[in-house]
Structures are given as C-alpha cells and as structure tokens.
DNA sequence: ATATATTAAGACCTTTTTATCTTTTATATG
DNA sequence: CATATAAAAGATAAAAAGGTCTTAATATAT
C-alpha cells in the first residue's frame, strides 16, 4: 500500500511534463530535476523506463529532452505506477498479510479499504493530463523542495 | 504513509501476546515466530527493542518468555510504531513531498488525508488490549501464512 | 559533414532494511 | 548449587533500494 521514491519521483515528474512540455518544447532531465528537486541521474534513469513502457517520448540531441506526446497524456498514473513499482505494491495489506480482501481482512483492513479504492480510482479513471488539468486548476505543487515562505 | 516491515512484525505479533499471553504464561519467541510466520531471530532483535521500550515484557530462563502486563496492554498501536519506525514515516505525504497538510497539498492529499486521520486516529486512541478484544470478536486473524483453504 | 547537445545503456557504488549467527547473561527448577 | 532454558547483546551478512558515473548512440543546427 505504499509507493516506492522512484514511483513518487516519476509521478511528479510525469505530472511536471504534462504541464510544461509539448512536441515543440521538450525538456531536459537536468531541467526537471532541478525543478522538482530529485537527483538527477536517478530520474534520467527512470525516464528511460517510462519511454521504454511509452508513458512519456523523448528526443536526443539539440533541443530534444523529455515531452509527452497526445497519446501519453492519455495514460494514467496507474500506467506509471505499474511501469516503474508494478501493481503489487499497491495492493499489498497494510499490516503485511498474505491476501488483502474483505474474506479474510487484517486488523486495520476496513479502514484501509475506502482509502485504496479511493486512491486506486483516481489513479485509474483520471488520464494523465486530466490528472494534471485538475493540480494546475488547484494550485497545487510538484516540487520535492521546501517550500520557504516569502517574506516581501 | 507507510509501515516498514518490521513495525509490521512488531504489530502482529504484540497483538498476538495480547491474545495469547499473560504473566502467568510467557511465550518464547520461536513460537511465536512460528505462529505468525515471521523471521525468528529477526524477531527477537525487534522484541529486544520493544522490551526496552516497555511496549511488552520478558523473563529469561525456563518457562520464560514474553507477555504483556495490564501496564503493556494500555500502550497503543501508535507507541508501537513510534518504537520501531518513529513517526515520521507516517506523518510523510504519499507523494514524498516536503511537508504534508492542506496548506500546501499534494495532488492527492485530500484523498489521503481522511485515511491518514481514520488509521492514526484508530492506532493512537485504541489500546493494545482493546485493539486485540475487537480482532478477536470480529475473528480476524494475525499470520503472515498463507491461508491454506481447508477442504474436509 | 561536423560539432554539439541530449538521451540510452550498462556498470558500479552507497545506504538502508532485513535477516542471521554467536556469545553472554539471567533465572527457574531439580 | 548445577543445569537447562530462554532472552540480551552485539557482530555480521545478505538483499533491496536508492543513487552515481562513464561511455555510446543519435538527432539537430550550423
Ligand atoms: S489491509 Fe490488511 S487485509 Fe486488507
Ligand atoms: S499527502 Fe501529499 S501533501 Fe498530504
């Protein structure tokens, strides 16, 4: 029931590329890694499994970088999850037993049931660029970075 | 958000001295190990420390053993983890950003909240012993095995 | 064509977590 | 008091996760 840093760095940076790349501007892992603040040859290589599982496209040489094309952007974060963590994970029990159903549930199972269903629908049903439309509209971050408070 | 997993180990199996033990009859860590399917000596390290934090209890020497005092038995699920993994873990934002509250909210935060609340709320006001009573009217069970169906 | 920027690939290192082994210490019981 | 039994302590090992570095491949702009 919990997601690897790996899975957490693709995900935001995933997010990050749906916000600020397109096919005409691509960016740079060095860029994004400084942006969202996760080191960056370990998002260099987990890039290359995600354009290797086709969640997000790249280009080499001048001016090329990472970018999402229409068609990634109709991937979930799930897609991402799976790709990099795979599914297990995610459903696993809280506690660590064996199976995680309603059948044989674990101490805690009815508490954490409505929350990975809440979670896993979301990450399932939304599209990445859905996923993405709803941060922006929100406000909301993507960075790993403290967030020092402005005084002006 | 999440449970190493020896707070795990730790959980199941002072939930197990809560049902099983008492003063007048300690449990050694093998078979305790062995009832809830769980490293031996790996065990008895996370016992060691447990002891120390007076979550349980031991004697040494024949008929010794582990067990939970009426004293043990009011700490709560919540002590246990901080023993083990100490509390940040949990208090962490599922998407491994800096800080973690609706100031300044993750893309999921608002879905993880209500859950982060429910299950700290139920491992920080629950005992020990009135987690336990509640998993055992409710025939829940505290293995790691694999639950063999049993056809007969 | 060539130089350059940028990803791809693979080997390698570090830290943390999980697990084991060995020796010492305490204690109940005959 | 001797012995057996079980935990305590500490050293060590194995595995997994996280992170780095070096070299190769490739696309672009000039
Ligand atoms: S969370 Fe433990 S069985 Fe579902
Ligand atoms: S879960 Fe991410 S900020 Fe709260």
Redesign the interface.
């Known amino acids: ?3 690897s ?1 790996a899975s ?2 693709a ?2 940076s995933t ?1 990050f590329l749906a916000e600020h790349s397109s096919e005409t501007h691509k960016i740079s892992v060095k860029v994004i890694a400084e942006s969202i603040d996760v080191p960056n040859p370990f998002l260099a290589k987990l890039f290359q499994q995600l354009v290797r599982g086709k969640i997000i496209s790249s280009t080499k040489g001048p001016n090329g970088g990472f970018y999402l094309t229409k068609k990634n952007g109709k991937r979930t974060v799930l897609d991402i999850i799976e790709n990099i963590d795979g599914l297990t994970r995610l459903n696993e029990c ?6 995680c159903d309603g059948a ?6 009815f ?2 049931e ?2 990975k269903n ?2 896993l629908g ?1 990450f399932r049903d939304l599209t990445i660029m859905e ?1 993405s439309k ?2 922006t509209s ?1 406000g ?8 020092t408070p402005e005084f002006k």
């Open positions: 029931m919990m997601l840093r957490k760095y995900i935001l997010l809280f506690l660590g037993l064996s199976e044989n549930p674990c101490p805690v199972h508490i954490v409505p929350f809440g979670i979301k996923f709803e941060i929100q909301r971050k993507l960075t790993l970075k403290d967030i």
